[in-house]
């Protein structure tokens, strides 16, 4: 027979009574929430949507007399939502205890057996005993009980999460009404109409700086009691403003003096008041709010400045290029050139001097030089001695000079003698018309001999109808009628006997020139350098064949004044980086670039060829050449040569053959021919070679000992390829290609020191360090090498040029830099060094 349980101590009785009691009341209150939570969101939502409506400004929307009946069917939709909260039944004692046991992990309703009590009293020993231990496991399970939160099920109420929406769209009302909160609430109940009509009380005040300055409009702060600073540029405008107020007043001294009536209606409530800024002073602002005093300091619009930042430069066709630096403090409206005539004094000119529009920079704030380049080839001035000055003028219209300077206005160059004269006598015309009997003798002289000095019938009409209209003529009119006709008769003679290709080219530069001056489009001006490109092409074309045919005429191609040969490809470049130059923006460097090309084309004609050094210099431009491709061959062997031994591959070939993959009959000797082929095309360069340091003994120039290396490292490596040691070939070729390019380098050398034409100083030998041709184009290579402008590289790989922007300098570094990284050939090393590159930019 088992032991009875013991019963329950009678001091532990109420300590389990006051437990269930503390788990009976939050039961309760768990019960009454999750009964009254979902009844209670209906009136919740019902004052949020009316929240959400009162700070959206609806009731300001409505006329007064309806606001009421709009809160009163708010009212009776909250009272509706209220039904649902009055009808919650309150929790009874066996709900209580039901959800503690059914929260509680200990089994057989342990609250409710502590809460429940035996029917009558029973007398039976064993079911007392029976009783007494059910009571006594329900006690001991006391500790474990517990409530759990409570779950009221909203997510099931509510699937579309329409509380969430409402106290999101709450929130955002919040936000949107700002100060306006308060005021908006209480509008809603505020249900007697406005007395009067006006506008509600307000004063605000700004100064709007002048538009050329850029400078944004600037606040003023008019709440009195305090007295305030603001700077201002002189010329802005103060403005005043009230609504709401019959009794605004203004005063300024002299520095603001008023720029208009007041203007507005009183009666309406609105009044400005506007005022200049001149001086510094003091403006008192007074109304019903109070009075405000502002200082305004007035900060002055300074002159501009320009100054000369180099010597003026006549180019060879008649234009001038200007380089100068200017700069003001908003920013240069306009600037020029003014011309004033030298040692004319008394004689009064026909035509005014030019005046020389110079171009603005494109970075204000950039304290750079800027450049102009004027054609001044058909002014009746070109070639007068004058006096220049600059001037740069403000949006303001102040006004900024420079230093005066004395300069020959350049003019076109004339070959033939009569077209001299009679340029000379035009301008003798313009600049003294007083002293036309000078110009008239000089005609009437032309006229004596024509069999010396006018052989063609035409020019000898032209010049007898020229001198009669002088002399017949009575006004400054006819007379600048006689002058034209002196310009288009030389002009005639000079390029009478031009060709069509002639004259495209020519027209072709014009309209290039006129497109960058009016700042043309990025498209015409591509269309432009196009049609400049194949008028230039054509030109060339025809002057060679000119050439063959007369090989001892002048006009012959000849190197510029520091020795060097300007080649088509020269031309093409200069001729992308005038695009390129015009697509940024600098139209005055594209301008000086199209000079500059006009001057070479210019030279092609008027310059006579070095006789005695035709002979050479051609063999020597051959064999230029020919070492230029042959270390663009030897470059390509080499990299051929890497692929062939690269580890990779080996690490491939290994790899397939553990996998067990049997090597196809004939692999392996088509390895060995491929390395064969690769001697063979080594050998091949190695006898070139030879034969070109044979022909330089021929004509009397030192063996290079840089080809003599080359000459031996290709023999060592033409011996390694053919033995299969491809790796360390390698290493020779790359060894034969740097003694290529020494060798070469101290050809040029050479060649500068044997007939070649002298430097502009009249030195011999290479270029001084730093010079540059005709569009920049350099005499020596990064690191300060002669390079008699040959270009060494194979033509892959595109050095920018100086006058790039940085950032097309950076986009092509990194397009080079991500060409490279997609070559899977390039040894690992490489790779992770331009990987490394890539992420820091």
């Given at each position: ?353 030019p005046r020389i529009t110079l171009a603005l920079p494109i970075d204000p704030a950039a304290d750079e030089d800027t450049r102009t380049t004027s054609d001044l080839s058909a002014s009746p001035w070109a070639g007068a001695t004058v006096a220049m000055t600059l001037v740069a003028r403000d949006h303001a219209s102040q006004e900024g000079r420079s230093e005066t300077k004395t300069v020959v206005l350049p003019q076109r160059p004339f070959t033939k003698p009569l077209a001299k004269a009679l340029v000379e006598q035009r301008r003798n015309l313009v600049l003294a018309p007083d002293e036309r009997n000078r110009v008239q003798t000089a005609l009437d002289a032309l006229l004596i001999a024509p069999e010396d000095f006018t052989p063609e019938l035409g020019v ?382």
């Open positions: 027979m088992s032991e009875s349980p013991a019963r329950v101590p009678a001091r532990v009785r109420p300590m389990i009574d006051e437990r269930l009691s503390a788990l009976t009341a939050r039961a309760r209150l768990v019960l009454w929430w999750e009964a009254l939570w979902p009844a209670l969101w209906w009136p919740l939502g019902t004052i949020i949507a009316f929240l959400i409506l009162s700070l959206l400004g609806i009731w300001d929307m409505v006329p007064t007399g309806a606001r009421p009946y709009g809160v009163g069917l708010a009212a009776l939709v909250l009272l509706a939502s209220l039904v649902p909260l009055v009808r919650v039944p309150p929790p009874t004692r066996q709900r209580v205890l039901a959800r503690i046991d059914r929260d509680s992990p200990a089994p057989h309703r342990p609250a409710t057996a502590l809460a429940d009590s035996l029917a009558g009293t029973p007398s039976d020993p064993g079911t007392l005993a029976l009783w007494e231990a059910h009571r006594q496991r329900a006690a001991a399970a006391i500790d474990s009980m517990r409530v759990a939160p409570p779950r009221p099920g909203m997510a099931a109420r509510d699937p579309f999460a329409v509380r969430g929406g409402l106290i999101i769209v709450l929130a955002a009302a919040l936000i949107a009404a700002g100060p306006d909160a308060v005021p908006r609430l209480k509008s809603t109940f505020d249900w007697q109409a406005p007395q009067s009509a006006g506008l509600p009380f307000r004063i605000d005040g700004w100064i709007d700086p002048p538009h050329y300055t850029r400078l944004p409009p600037l606040l003023l702060d008019l709440r009195g009691g305090e007295v305030r600073q603001a700077k201002a540029p002189v010329g802005s405008t103060v403005v005043v403003r009230a609504a709401g107020s019959a009794d605004l007043s203004v005063s300024a001294g002299r520095g603001l003096p008023s720029i208009e009536e007041p203007t507005g209606n009183s009666s309406a409530g609105l009044i400005e008041r506007r005022f200049t800024v001149r001086a510094d002073d003091e403006l008192v602002v007074s109304s019903q709010a109070g009075a405000s005093r502002v200082v305004i300091e007035a900060t002055p619009d300074m002159a501009p400045t320009i100054t000369f930042s180099g010597e003026p430069q006549n180019n060879a066709r008649g234009s001038i290029t200007l380089t100068y630096r200017m700069g003001d403090d908003y920013g240069i409206d306009t600037a020029e050139a003014l011309v004033a005539p030298l040692g004319q004094e008394g004689r009064r000119p026909l035509v005014p001097p000898y009409i032209g010049l007898g109808l020229a001198s009669a209209r002088l002399a017949a003529a009575k006004s400054d009119e006819e007379l600048l009628d006689v002058a034209e006709l002196l310009w288009a008769m030389a002009l005639q003679i000079e390029d009478g006997g031009m060709s069509q290709a002639e004259r495209d080219l020519r027209a072709a530069q014009e309209a290039l020139r006129q497109a960058l001056e009016r700042g043309a489009d990025e498209e015409e001006i591509r269309r432009l350098t196009d049609e400049l490109r194949q008028a230039m092409n054509n030109f060339l074309r025809e002057f060679a064949q000119r050439m063959q045919q007369n090989p001892g005429q002048p006009n012959q191609a000849r190197p510029d004044v520091q020795g060097r040969t300007i080649t088509p490809q020269d031309l093409d470049n200069l001729l992308n980086r005038l695009e390129e130059m015009a697509r940024q923006g600098a139209t005055a460097d594209a301008q000086r670039l199209l000079d500059e090309l006009r001057n070479i084309l210019e030279n092609l004609q008027t310059a006579r060829p070095n006789q005695g050094g035709d002979q050479f210099s051609q063999e020597m431009n051959r064999s230029l050449n020919e070492l230029d491709e042959m270390m663009r061959d030897q470059r390509n062997l080499r990299d051929d040569t890497y692929r062939q031994s690269a580890p990779w591959s080996q690490q491939n070939r290994g790899g397939q053959r553990q996998r067990g993959q049997q090597a196809q009959p004939g692999q392996d000797g088509q390895q060995d021919q491929d390395a064969q082929g690769l001697a063979d095309r080594q050998q091949a360069l190695r006898e070139r070679l030879e034969e070109l340091r044979r022909r330089m003994r021929d004509f009397g120039l030192e063996d290079e000992p840089g080809f003599g290396e080359a000459e031996e490292a290709m023999r060592e490596a033409e011996g390694q390829l053919g033995q299969g040691q491809s790796g360390d070939a390698v290493d020779a070729q790359g060894r034969a290609l740097d003694a290529l390019q020494r060798g070469a380098q101290g050809l040029a050398q050479q060649m500068q020191g044997n007939g070649q034409p002298q430097q502009a100083d009249g030195s011999d030998g290479p270029p001084q360090q730093g010079a540059t041709g005709p569009g920049g184009l350099r005499n020596e290579d990064p690191l300060g090498r002669p390079t008699r402008n040959r270009d060494w590289s194979d033509g892959r790989v595109r050095i920018p040029g100086a006058d790039e922007s940085a950032a097309v300098r950076a986009r092509r570094i990194l397009d080079e830099l991500r060409r490279r990284l997609g070559d899977p050939t390039r040894p690992s090393e490489e790779i992770d060094y331009l990987e490394r590159l890539l992420r820091r930019n």
